[in-house]
């Protein structure tokens, strides 16, 4: 669970005269491209990057030759406005993405980092097996906060709040009960099991455990002053505001296989191809 760690990273969405204007939570997700092995994006929510000239990101980096983190490094990559991110064609699915290879490979970088993989994301069938309610974490910096001695995030626990394997409301988003306060915007969630785990028809599994990519965290409900229940994005920005509505501690996560439907799109703006 430990690697886990090691795929997010902070957002600080960087605006004219390079001023800090919102932070976020971003991950690296590794698509699948045959014999080329696995392609290493920065992934997100479309409303972290947009109105950004920059995004400047924290990653940890390792010694040429050793294979563990040895410190970190901020690098700075191009803002929701360059044309270099990839937004969901779906302006109603709220994720985007921008190829991150280069960064992670320079030698001014020499990044650290694990990537989450197609492999992670559970198939309809294996959230079919799932029950009503499940253990999920979450992970990234809830009011920009980290472990910034370590670089680490900070991780969150809660459950499912709808049913892992349908579409709530019809739309791809699974609900989950937790606290998602403003910087969480961008964070994966999973549902995690440690030594053990039963499926709905209570069939159980000792000794192993579960890890399914349950999807990226964008919005949640919130009640208003006047009583009326709606839906807002996690907020992002710097600026302190005042808070009249209250958030309910529900958080609206968009289905991991959103991302699987970005790829054709993704390959074909960055100019990649799939080999056997």
């Known amino acids: 669970m430990e690697n886990v760690a090691y795929c997010t990273t902070k957002i600080i969405g960087v605006g004219e005269g390079r001023k800090p204007i919102n932070t976020g939570t971003g991950f690296i997700f590794g698509y699948d491209s045959g014999s080329n092995g696995s392609v290493p994006v920065l992934i997100t929510n479309k409303h972290v990057v947009e109105g950004t000239k920059e995004i400047a990101i924290r990653l940890h980096t390792a010694k040429k030759g050793e294979k563990k983190p040895s410190g970190s490094v901020n690098a700075l990559i191009p803002g929701g406005g360059s044309g270099q991110w990839y937004f969901h064609p779906d302006p109603n699915v709220d994720i985007c993405a921008i190829i991150i290879g280069q960064v992670l490979g320079s030698d001014k970088v020499n990044a650290f980092y694990r990537m989450i993989k197609e492999e992670n994301i ?3 069938t294996q959230l079919e097996s799932l029950d009503l309610l499940e253990d999920v974490i979450m992970m990234g910096y809830p009011i920009g906060l980290s472990d910034e001695l370590n670089n680490y995030p900070i991780i969150r626990r809660g459950i499912t709040a709808s049913h ?4 709530f409301n019809g739309k791809p988003i699974v609900v989950v009960d937790m606290a998602c306060f403003p910087g969480s915007s961008g964070s994966p969630i999973f549902i995690y099991n440690r030594g053990f785990y039963t499926d709905k028809n209570r069939n159980t599994t000792a000794g192993q455990d579960r890890l399914f990519f349950l999807g990226i965290l964008a919005s949640g409900p919130v009640m208003k002053s006047s009583g009326e229940i709606t839906m ?12 009249i509505d209250t958030m309910i501690n529900l958080g609206y996560v968009f289905k991991s296989s959103e991302i699987l439907n970005m790829k054709q799109g993704i390959f074909q703006k960055y100019g990649l191809k799939t080999t056997p």
């Open 122 to 124: 559970p198939t309809q």
């Open 164 to 167: 892992p394997a349908v579409r």
């Open 232 to 243: 807002r994005e996690i907020p992002t920005a710097l600026t302190p505001v005042p808070l």
